[in-house]
């Protein structure tokens, strides 16, 4: 940690980061207001695919960065699961090095369009922002800034490849293409290793491509980032399942050192109330993976998914906004999220619930699913739902939701999008009669080299968590590959 | 990318092809199933493995056209390519020497039947083992299942070879006749439906491996979720073999035609351009 913040002093220190804080009062830039991100217009966008943000002009990303006051203890920094010099990147806009700030973000974090994207910024580097915590004042865009500087550079057709060492020749193993594993990947094949991503699904990407829709992330803009990560020596293999198609012990007579899983939480949760297999009635999960990775809004493609009139999705998270505004896309007159709690305790991100309002999307909060019904065919067209008021905390710190007796009424559906949490994917626990795993499935690992049971197989992201965030996973990802090559290393030394 | 070393033309409606894939030739184990995709376009489908052959790296698999991407798959010829195909898939089937054990298969489900079969008569087992079907000339794989089976018996619905009759009036047969420990069917959902009620009242231990509508194949969307015993299941990991008796079929039916309106609209436009290209 000593090293970090000698290392940004001295970077603080460099010239032209002196130049740049004296330009401008620091009055000058507090008293400005912070920039608004541009938006397609609700109901044109409602009815398309078309990114909702579309990006920052490059006078408003400087005027931003010139915000920043570059502070000498740089709080923001605290709030970044991956580490990003959030100070050195802003100033590189600021000096209009668009480039160069792009090659900041890159030495931590090998997906910045992405994050810049979907990170919860308001509950991470922007919430302990100078301005958040002592000036009382919204916050530098940190994340509207980090979208701008890797746009640009992907725009630019300059992309810059991260720096790779020479290489040792080590192989090591990835299980899973998604935040965690690609984050992995990157930090590894940076280090020198051999890597190779095992991808269980055709295309690689993970969450990213399955179930982020892309009105929230075009998928050019992620299979961009993985095209870098290729030229950086990273391989892929995809319709590979590590523990089925090979075992961890086939691998490892191949010659792979040390693995990483972040197979991510692969198993949808569903609430066990009646009707609740009736047609009509999906996953979060699956809803998005068909519209998402199938395609299957495309009549061109072979995958159909149903575009349902009154849609309601069970849930109050990311995933559920996804999904709800994924059905008024689909066509839907009624797409409603039903929430058993009240706004405040909903887990998405303000963003989302801010965009899908102005989409037309109906919040039925404070209402729980209590069963299904369906037509002869066994179609969903009807639930019973009930009200709910809140209690006293639980243990997750919301107030708990209580039903309100003879509350119950019914409402025509459709279409149903259960999106009430995923749990931890079995199939690499059932690969490993030896992996440590909580009551939950979930991977148990060393907090500080997410080690794991098993010596060398590291593991991160939701697998470990039981169902966060892209950046989360990505943290996790690169703290892995720190663990695993100190792991490696030592084991060499040894011998 | 999986390329097709071998096509057999089992009838106008059934394929046999032999795909190279080394690595699920190598790991895969009676009961396990491959999920297939065709063109960058196409849709994820399941598909039981019939056998495989670890040593020439094959797997082999027995397709009937009822959709547009079977129709594809039974379309393509010898040195074509399976865009992605991945597996082995699902729990493999517990064979262990249990006395005499009844296998049923009806239609093409009698491919997947086959390492199951095998497995137990190489466990020790007295196999009987009924093949059914419509009519003769969609009855398949019988020499092959002669040579694991202590007995085969054939029943076609129009009486056409064999013994007419459904695949209950075999399976009550041979129950009648001698103590059965164990069965395992495998086919339409409806022929397991009424294998299993068949079983049930002999109370006759049964497995089914379901056959339902699936996307990742992997427990990531619950498409292919079932009942059983009251309780939701995931056919992919949890399965694709259940207690026959648990299974709640008429709710696995009814989800099996969950998109039956788009398959046939899609199934016509495909035809249509199948006809134009030919």
């Keep these: ?495 | 990318m999986s390329k097709i070393l071998e096509k057999e033309i089992f009838s106008k409606n059934v394929v046999k092809l032999v795909l190279d894939a080394p690595e699920i030739a190598r790991t895969r184990k009676p009961g396990h199933f491959v999920i297939i995709k065709i063109g960058k376009k196409g849709e994820r489908i399941p598909l039981t493995i019939a056998s495989a052959d670890a040593k020439k790296g094959t797997i082999t698999l027995v397709v009937q056209k009822v959709g547009v991407t079977s129709g594809k798959l039974c379309n393509l010829e010898v040195g074509d390519e399976v865009t992605d195909v991945v597996g082995p898939l699902g729990e493999a089937t517990h064979i262990e020497k249990v006395g005499t054990v009844l296998c049923a298969g009806g239609g093409v489900g009698v491919a997947p039947l086959l390492p199951i079969v095998e497995g137990f008569k190489k466990a020790g087992n007295r196999v009987i083992t009924i093949l059914a079907a419509r009519s003769k000339d969609l009855i398949i794989l019988e020499e092959q299942m002669r040579e694991f089976s202590d007995e085969v018996i054939i029943m076609t619905d129009d009486g056409s070879y064999g013994k007419k009759g459904l695949v209950t009036a075999g399976m009550e047969e041979v129950i009648q006749r001698e103590k059965v420990n164990l069965s395992v069917v495998i086919g339409p959902a409806i022929m397991m439906k009424f294998a299993a009620l068949t079983t049930k009242k002999y109370n006759i231990k049964t497995y089914a491996s379901l056959n339902t509508i699936m996307v990742d194949g992997t427990g990531m969307c619950g498409a292919c979720r079932v009942s059983v015993g009251g309780r939701t299941k995931f056919v992919c990991v949890d399965g694709p073999e259940f207690d026959a008796h648990q299974v709640d079929f008429d709710e696995m039916l009814a989800r099996l035609g969950a998109y039956k309106d788009q398959e046939l609209e899609a199934y016509e436009r495909y035809m249509k351009t199948a006809e134009t290209v030919s």
């Design chain 1, 1 to 495: 940690m000593e090293n970090i913040l000698e290392y940004l002093k001295e970077e603080r220190s460099q010239e032209w980061r002196a130049e740049i804080r004296k330009s401008m009062k620091a009055k000058e830039r507090t008293s400005r207001e912070r920039v608004k991100m541009p938006e397609e217009d609700p109901n044109v966008r409602n009815k398309s695919n078309i990114e909702v943000n579309s990006g920052l002009p490059i006078e408003n990303a400087v005027l931003e960065a010139q915000r920043c006051l570059d502070c000498p203890d740089p709080t923001c920094m605290t709030g970044c699961p991956v580490g990003i010099n959030i100070p050195k990147f802003i100033k590189k806009i600021e000096v209009k090095d668009f480039l160069g700030a792009a090659s900041v973000l890159k030495e931590t974090n090998g997906l910045p369009a992405v994050c810049g994207r979907v990170c919860p910024q308001e509950v991470q580097c922007e919430s302990t922002c100078f301005y958040t915590i002592k000036l009382k004042k919204p916050p530098v865009a940190i994340g509207y800034l980090e979208r701008f500087a890797a746009d640009y550079e992907r725009e630019s057709g300059k992309m810059n490849v991260p720096h790779v060492a020479d290489s040792n020749k080590i192989k090591v193993g990835i299980v899973g293409s998604g935040p965690a594993g690609l984050a992995a990947a990157g930090d590894l094949a940076k280090f020198g290793y051999d890597v190779t991503v095992f991808e269980a699904l055709h295309e690689i990407g993970g969450v990213l491509k399955y179930g982020i829709p892309e009105f929230r992330l075009p998928n050019v803009i992620v299979d961009v980032e993985i095209d870098n990560m290729k030229k950086m020596g990273v391989k892929f293999r995809t319709n590979f399942i590590v523990g089925k198609t090979a075992s961890f012990d086939d691998l490892k007579k191949d010659g792979f050192e040390a693995f990483f899983v972040g197979s991510g939480a692969g198993l949808p949760r569903f609430m066990n109330i009646p009707g609740e297999n009736y047609n009509g009635i999906f996953s979060s999960n699956e809803y998005l993976t068909r519209v998402n990775l199938m395609n299957a809004a495309d009549p061109d493609y072979d995958t159909p998914v149903i575009s349902g009139k009154n849609v309601a999705v069970i849930g109050g998270g990311n995933t559920a906004m996804d999904s709800v505004r994924t059905a008024k896309r689909l066509g839907a007159d009624r797409a409603m999220i039903i929430y058993r709690r009240s706004e405040k305790e909903m887990p998405a991100r303000v963003e989302e619930i801010k965009h899908a309002k102005e989409e037309d999307i109906e919040f039925m909060n404070l209402h729980n699913p209590l069963e299904y019904y369906a037509d002869e065919n066994g179609r969903v067209n009807r639930m019973k739902i009930q009200k709910m008021e809140l209690g006293e905390p639980d243990a997750s710190g919301r107030r708990r939701p209580v039903p309100i007796q003879g509350s119950e009424f019914y409402i025509d559906v459709d279409t149903v999008v259960v999106s009430v949490g995923v749990s931890p994917n079995p199939l690499i626990p059932k690969a490993l009669a030896d992996l440590k795993v909580t009551d939950w499935g979930t991977i148990v690992v060393d907090k500080e080299t997410m080690q794991s049971s098993i010596p060398e197989l590291f593991a991160g992201g939701d697998i470990v968590r039981g169902g966060a965030t892209v950046i989360l996973a990505m943290g996790d990802g690169r703290k892995a590959a720190a663990g695993m090559h100190k792991y490696i290393q030592e084991k060499i030394k040894a011998n």
